[in-house]
């Protein structure tokens, strides 16, 4: 059974870092693309970052250039590295994964979150002003 744990969530000052983590287990991450998405309250989930098993990452525009996706495959972890947080990062953040196979088209498909098979539970950030 997989599983995908984040951690590293937490209450921060706007300006603040702040290091998520995603553990996986019951699959070899370095077989899997893998994404971040969040939600705040009353809003739909969107996609935040996404790195593909070859290492290429994607962002959405609002966090490009503050947040850095990574990948260990030999600790089967992935983290969300999130510098200069606003307040408007606050949501649940959720770690996603899926198998990498030959069609699955990821630099069309990161973003979306039907592509992915297997979600962690959220881990909460919080960002005050």
């Known amino acids: 059974q997989v599983q995908a744990v984040e951690s590293g969530g937490g209450l921060v000052q706007a300006g603040n870092s702040l290091r998520l983590s995603c553990a996986v287990s019951g699959r070899t991450l370095s077989g899997c693309h893998m994404a971040w998405f969040r939600q705040a309250p009353g809003k739909e989930r969107e996609f935040v970052a996404a790195i593909g098993r070859g290492s290429i990452t994607y962002y959405t525009d609002s966090v490009k250039g503050r947040f850095t996706i990574a990948r260990d495959d030999t600790k089967n972890t992935g983290y969300l590295q999130m510098n200069d947080l606003e307040p408007e990062d606050s949501a649940i953040y959720y770690c996603?994964?899926?198998?990498?196979?030959?069609?699955?088209?990821?630099?069309?498909?990161?973003?979306?979150?039907?592509?992915?098979?297997?979600w962690g539970q959220g881990t909460q950030v919080s960002v005050s002003s």
């Open positions: 996603a994964l899926t198998q990498a196979t030959l069609g699955t088209r990821y630099y069309i498909t990161h973003a979306r979150a039907a592509t992915y098979a297997y």
